[in-house]
């Protein structure tokens, strides 16, 4: 099966660092890459949406200059997390598809769990 | 803007035994896909199980099964002869055929007894 990868797993960070968390599919071109964004035992809220070599698309009361989102290649996504403060811990997840998939259905990555301190 | 409802925050079951789990959405849309995931404590988000809407036929992978009530919009999850390493959240699943987004399901936690 589709398989996609999440690195890193997990990230401490100062407040006011960046972070950036990387969204690899691995042995597919990932046309379409979503990036989500889970609370504790909460579900997955979708944050944006990237299609490769274009801008991503940001879910409402998502801010954009703070989840930087670039999708430069069909196997690579990255979400920058500028300037973090505690409020953005939280545990990130990716997602990727490809338009030939059947059910057009996607593929999640591990996630990352990221603690701003 | 569609909604996908999981009433039951969290389930039991016995070892060996059935479970059902409830799903409910709205659309206004005639083509669309349905899925289950699982998310078991790693939180890696595994898919279970899926169905396209024009589909009246239930889909089955081996122990699990869905019961699709296109018309009453319901999209249950049933897992037979359960197993200790079922034990997971369940989340169900919705994406307009035409759209890429996915709605997402409050989900709902399944506890496996021995």
């Known amino acids: 099966g589709a398989v996609v990868s999440q690195h890193p797993s997990r990230v401490i960070c100062k407040s006011g660092t960046s972070v950036k968390i990387e969204c690899r599919s691995l042995?597919?071109?990932?046309?379409?890459m979503f990036w989500y964004r889970q609370f504790p035992k909460k579900s997955l809220m979708l944050m944006a949406t990237?299609?490769?070599?274009?801008?991503?698309?940001?879910e409402q009361g998502v801010e954009k200059d703070k989840f930087l989102i670039n999708h430069a290649s069909l196997t690579l996504s990255t979400l920058t997390v500028t300037s973090a403060h505690p409020e953005d811990s939280s545990f990130y997840i990716c997602?990727?598809?490809?338009?030939?998939?059947?059910?057009?259905?996607?593929?999640f990555g591990p996630g990352t769990r990221l603690l701003v301190l | 803007a569609q909604t996908v409802t999981q009433s039951q925050p969290e389930m039991s079951v016995q070892e060996a035994e059935t479970v059902t789990l409830s799903c409910t959405y709205d659309?206004?849309?005639?083509?669309?896909?349905l899925f289950w995931y699982k998310q078991p404590p790693s939180r890696q988000m595994i898919l279970v199980i899926r169905?396209?809407?024009?589909?009246?036929q239930n889909a089955t992978e081996n122990r699990f099964s869905v019961n699709f009530q296109k018309a009453a919009k319901s999209f249950s999850l049933k897992i037979s002869d359960s197993q200790l390493g079922d034990a997971a959240m369940y989340f169900c699943?919705?994406?307009?055929?035409?759209?890429?987004?996915?709605?997402f399901g409050s989900g709902t936690k399944l506890n496996v007894k021995p």
């Open positions: 997602s990727a598809r490809t338009s030939g998939m059947s059910f057009k259905t996607q593929y």
């Open positions: 659309t206004s849309e005639s083509d669309y896909y």
């Open positions: 042995d597919f071109q990932a046309t379409t």
């Open positions: 990237s299609n490769e070599g274009s801008k991503a698309t940001y």
């Open positions: 169905q396209e809407a024009y589909k009246q």
């Open positions: 699943a919705y994406r307009s055929a035409n759209f890429n987004k996915f709605y």
